[in-house]
């Protein structure tokens, strides 16, 4: 019909132009960024500058702004009608004025959303040089918020998850990490974020639990683009278990008369041990043994001494215990052949006198 004609032709006009251009003209230069990025619900620019030589007479009658997949224009500003946005509110020309020469086509975005990511092509209809267009691709990120922290567990032979990360809310997804000297493996999931394009990262650091895994440290690495550079987050592992426990102090030599032996209960567990509790294979501890709490202080040994000793620890999720033998010997150890009394006294007065002399005590002799 003819209203659909006179509809149709400013767009004819306008590809006309498009495709005419006349020679001589390869000194109009369109500088417009690559690429440009902004944050979800923040403002941008999308820069667009036409250079001329200083000789070349130029008249602009059109700035455009047009976006990959989409029919309608997205801005346009007219040399004599002004600006013209078909679909939002959300976009301004930056300098382009009514009654001034069109040199900067700048278009501003403001309230970013995700649907606004894409390729953007700035064109300026020029007369009588023809058009010039380059594209912009704009990028809307949203920074991701990071925590990590522990997964308390129990013993167990199998694996399960001892570390969590979450990556809350990017735009793009954030790239999740792991830094381990334990062994292990990552397993991620991803979930639509509160905001609209974006995504929240979990990822879950997955071992067989032990003792030895409990307090130790892994690293949760979170790289994004909107980031200067990864975020490193530190978890300590929290592993339960039992007491596991050892008898210490009994170095095989202990003699009849001695008066510096001890035995210390050595117990490690998750919560602390909550009691130590020490007692023989055959019952009771021998009278010269004294129990304080995980030591076991014995003044002197004796005969009785010859016995095997049990130490028992309580914590909240059990007891455990260990047990050594002790075997008495008759005296001290004997000295190593061609030592002398004089030879053991460091940093002292020597004495000359022969040691059948000496009014030492030979037990206290014995025992230096």
């Known amino acids: 019909t003819a209203r659909a004609m006179a509809a149709a032709w400013p767009l004819l006009l306008l590809a006309l132009l498009v495709l005419w251009s006349c020679p001589g003209t390869g000194d ?48 346009v500003f007219h040399r004599t009608q002004g600006p013209n946005y078909p679909e939002s509110k959300r976009l301004e020309f930056v300098a382009a004025r009514l009654g001034a020469e069109l040199r900067d086509a700048s278009l501003r975005v403001f309230e970013l959303r995700a649907e606004d990511e894409g390729n953007y092509t700035c064109l300026f209809v020029t007369f009588p040089q023809g058009s010039r267009s380059a594209v912009t691709w704009l990028r809307v990120f949203a920074k991701p918020q990071n925590t990590a922290e522990a997964q308390k567990v129990q013993l167990t032979r199998e694996p399960v998850p001892v570390a969590r990360c979450i990556s809350t809310g990017g735009r793009p997804p954030a790239r999740i990490t792991w830094h381990s000297d334990l ?51 530190a978890v300590n592992l929290t592993v339960y278990y ?36 020490w007692s023989t294979t055959m019952g009771p501890l021998p009278p010269s043994a004294v129990a304080q709490g995980a030591q076991l202080l014995i003044h002197p040994v004796d005969k009785s001494i010859n016995t095997t000793f ?16 002790v075997q008495v010997k008759e005296g001290p150890p004997s000295e190593p052949p061609g030592r002398t009394a004089a030879s053991t006294l460091v940093n002292r007065p020597v004495s000359y006198a022969p040691v059948a002399n000496s009014s030492q005590d030979p037990q206290a002799e014995g025992t230096r």
């Open 310 to 325: 049990i130490c028992n620890v309580t914590s909240a999720l059990g007891a455990r215990q260990a047990e050594l033998t």
């Open 242 to 277: 039992p007491p596991e426990v050892s008898i210490s102090g009994y170095d095989g030599n202990w003699y009849l008369g001695q008066t510096d032996a001890n035995l210390t209960c050595d117990a490690h567990s998750n919560p602390e041990p909550t009691g130590y509790e």
């Open 28 to 75: 109009i230069v369109l500088k417009a960024p690559t690429q440009v990025h902004g944050f979800l619900g923040d403002s941008v620019t999308l820069p667009c500058h036409l250079q001329l030589p200083s000789t070349e007479v130029t008249h602009v009658s059109q700035l455009t702004w047009t976006r990959l997949g989409d029919s309608r224009s997205v801005a």
């Open 183 to 233: 062994g292990g493996m990552a397993n991620m999931t991803q979930v639509q974020g509160r905001l609209s394009g974006t995504v929240t990262v979990t990822s879950l650091w997955i071992l067989a639990p032990s003792s030895q895994v409990d307090g130790k440290i892994v690293t949760c690495k979170v790289e994004h683009e909107s980031f200067e550079k990864p975020q490193l987050l």
